[in-house]
């Protein structure tokens, strides 16, 4: 034998492709930020990076590809931070953090709108993800509704998706006419949700 690895064995992606891809994330993150989705390429993002456009298509192959990537991204990091937090509040929480970030709100709605009229990758991705976010939701509300802070003679599924159909609204106004308090509006659905007999919690 040549001690070389067995076929079978698969190697985790190197600590370097992994740093690199998430700095082009980072990157892309901030150029959509200062200018908006539609006006940032995969070439502008390589050339602030120090990188030719072919090599930032070894990580991502198309500027589709890349955007989804930062949305996804941006999604995780929302996950990480509000992870415990009951349904609306945390919808209160990532609204407010969300109006600190415009262009990655921007990003996501241009992408939805898109999705209307797309059959590739935008359309099955931001259709999965609307699946995935009331699926998340709707788990949110059984737990909530369990420990007594949501009403229970409501259908959980049908609550997800009017809070997803609330949420991404408001965000739409609140980019257009930013006078528009998306909080306040929030803070309303919380004092809607609960039991006559619950106090709402922070």
């Avoid at 040549?2 to 076929?7: E, F, L, N, W």
């Avoid at 006006?39 to 072919?54: D, F, K, N, Y």
């Avoid at 945390?90 to 609204?95: E, I, K």
């Avoid at 009403?151 to 991404?168: G, H, K, N, Y």
């Amino acid at each position: 034998m040549d001690g070389s690895p067995p076929a079978t064995a698969r190697r985790g992606p190197y600590p370097k492709s992994v740093e690199t891809r998430a700095a082009i994330l980072d990157r892309a993150t901030e150029l959509i930020g200062e200018h908006g989705p539609e006006h940032v390429s995969l070439r502008m993002i390589a050339e602030s990076l120090g990188m030719s456009h072919p090599a930032l298509t070894y990580y991502f192959s198309s500027r589709d590809e890349l955007l989804l990537a930062v949305l996804d991204e941006s999604e995780r990091r929302a996950l990480e931070q509000n992870d415990t937090v009951r349904t609306v509040p945390r919808m209160r929480r990532s609204s407010r953090r969300n109006e600190e970030t415009p262009g990655t709100i921007q990003l996501y709605l241009s992408l939805a709108a898109r999705a209307l009229n797309d059959d590739g990758i935008v359309r099955e991705h931001i259709t999965a993800r609307f699946e995935r976010v009331r699926a998340r939701f709707e788990q949110r509300i059984i737990t909530d509704q369990a420990a007594g802070s949501v009403r229970s003679d409501l259908d959980a599924s049908a609550i997800a998706a009017l809070l997803v159909a609330a949420m991404d609204g408001l965000q739409l106004q609140h980019l257009l006419a930013p006078d528009v308090d998306q909080d306040a509006a929030l803070a309303i659905l919380e004092e809607l949700l609960p039991p006559a007999d619950a106090a709402v919690r922070p």
